[in-house]
Structure formats: structure tokens, C-alpha cells
């Protein structure tokens, strides 16, 4: 599966964005799906991901209450809608499909994750 994020931006401290990320293939709804990021200097880490049915979700403690990860399987599209945004929000975001777990804490190790988008840069300012 081939992945492309987009939506990212610049944007003040407290605005929203909201990231989408495009899959090809007729697969789409085979994979639990993570977003990630990747802060200047810093090392790639999870943020959100839902389940292949989407009836699950699980957030990285600083995404909680602030970010809403949603996917439509019939679009083969999923989102990741990022309120109250801060500086600290700021880094290379990254979707990505996992074809191996699909629910639980295993949702956030990388190394499940089969396939990675290019990834779309968010600069909040402060």
C-alpha cells in the first residue's frame, strides 16, 4: 500500500489542523493505521492510531483530549484532527499501516508498521 499525508502548515499556538493521509490499494481496511511524528532532533515517536474497523483508537499521552484520529475505509483515507495545538506539537507527521496487530499497546511500536507516507511538516508558533 502506498501512503501520502498531507495538511500540514504553519499555524499559532491554540489553532487546529487536520492531517489526512491517502492510501492506494484495494487493501486499505487490512490495516490498523498509526500516525507518527518526528520533532527536530528527536526521535520518531507515536501519537495516534485506530484499528482496522476503526472502532478502536489509542493516543500518546500528549495527544490525548487534543487530537482525534478517524479513518473512512471506503475512502481509504484516514485523519488525524490536532486541536489546542502547541509549540511543542511541532514535527514531521507520518501515517502509517500496520498489518500485524490491531489493537492494544502493540499499536504503538513502529516496527508493526509495514508502511510508511512521506510524512507532512506542522510548525506551531508560539
Known amino acids: 500500500v502506498q501512503l501520502q499525508a498531507s495538511g500540514g502548515g504553519l499555524v499559532q499556538a491554540g489553532g487546529s489542523l487536520r492531517l489526512s493521509c491517502a492510501a492506494s490499494?484495494?487493501?486499505?481496511?487490512?490495516?490498523?493505521m498509526g500516525w507518527f511524528r518526528q520533532a527536530p532532533g528527536k526521535e520518531r515517536e507515536f501519537v495516534a492510531a485506530i484499528s482496522r474497523g476503526g472502532g478502536y483508537t489509542l493516543y500518546a499521552d500528549s495527544a490525548k483530549g487534543r487530537f482525534t484520529i478517524s479513518r473512512d475505509n471506503a475512502k481509504n483515507t484516514v485523519s488525524l484532527q490536532m486541536n489546542s495545538l502547541k509549540p511543542e506539537d511541532t514535527a514531521v507527521y507520518y501515517c502509517a499501516a500496520n498489518p500485524r496487530s490491531n489493537y492494544g499497546s502493540t499499536l504503538r511500536s513502529e516496527g508493526d508498521y509495514a508502511y510508511w507516507g512521506q510524512g507532512t511538516l506542522v510548525t506551531v508558533s508560539s
Open positions: 490499494g484495494r487493501t486499505f481496511s487490512s490495516y490498523a
